[in-house]
C-alpha cells in the first residue's frame, strides 16, 4: 500500500508563491505517474499537474492544465520519494484543497483523469487572496 502526504499549503497574497509537497511512503514504484489535482468548494476536483517516470527507460513527461501552464511546476525528487508543485504568480481562483496522487504506470494517456489513480492524499488547503 501506498501513502502519500501533502504538505505546504497556506494562506497567501495573489502574486505570491507557495511550494507544495507530496511524500510517498509504504510500497513506492520505480515508475509511475504521479499527478496534482485541486477541488475548489462546490466544483469537482480537476487535474492541474503530472509527472511521469520510468525507472527503466528515459521516459519523461510532465503535463499541466492550461489554468496553471507557466506559473506551476511539477518536479520530484527520487531519493526522497517526493513529489514538488511550485506555484508562483497565484490568483484567488488557485484556492482549492489540493491533492497529489500516484498510479503505477508511467504511460498513462490519461493523466488527466481522477480514475486513473489507484493512491490519494488527504489534501492540502490553498488559500489566495485578493
Known amino acids: 500500500q501506498v501513502q502519500l502526504l501533502e504538505s505546504g499549503g497556506g494562506l497567501v497574497q495573489a502574486g505570491g508563491s507557495l511550494r507544495l509537497s507530496c511524500a510517498a511512503s509504504?510500497?513506492?514504484?520505480?515508475?509511475?505517474?504521479m499527478g496534482w489535482f485541486r477541488q475548489a468548494p462546490g466544483k469537482e476536483r480537476e487535474f492541474v499537474a503530472a509527472?511521469?517516470?520510468?525507472?527503466?527507460?528515459?521516459?519523461?513527461?510532465?503535463y499541466y492544465a492550461d489554468s496553471v501552464k507557466g506559473r506551476f511546476t511539477i518536479s520530484r525528487d527520487n531519493a526522497k520519494n517526493t513529489v514538488y508543485l511550485q506555484m508562483n504568480s497565484l490568483k484567488p481562483e488557485d484556492t482549492a484543497v489540493y491533492y497529489c496522487a500516484a498510479d503505477g504506470s508511467p504511460y498513462s494517456l490519461t493523466y488527466y483523469r481522477t480514475s486513473t489513480y489507484d493512491h490519494w492524499g488527504q489534501g492540502t488547503q490553498v488559500t489566495v487572496s485578493s
Open positions: 509527472l511521469s517516470w520510468s525507472g527503466t527507460t528515459d521516459y519523461r513527461r510532465t
Open positions: 509504504g510500497r513506492t514504484f520505480s515508475s509511475y505517474t
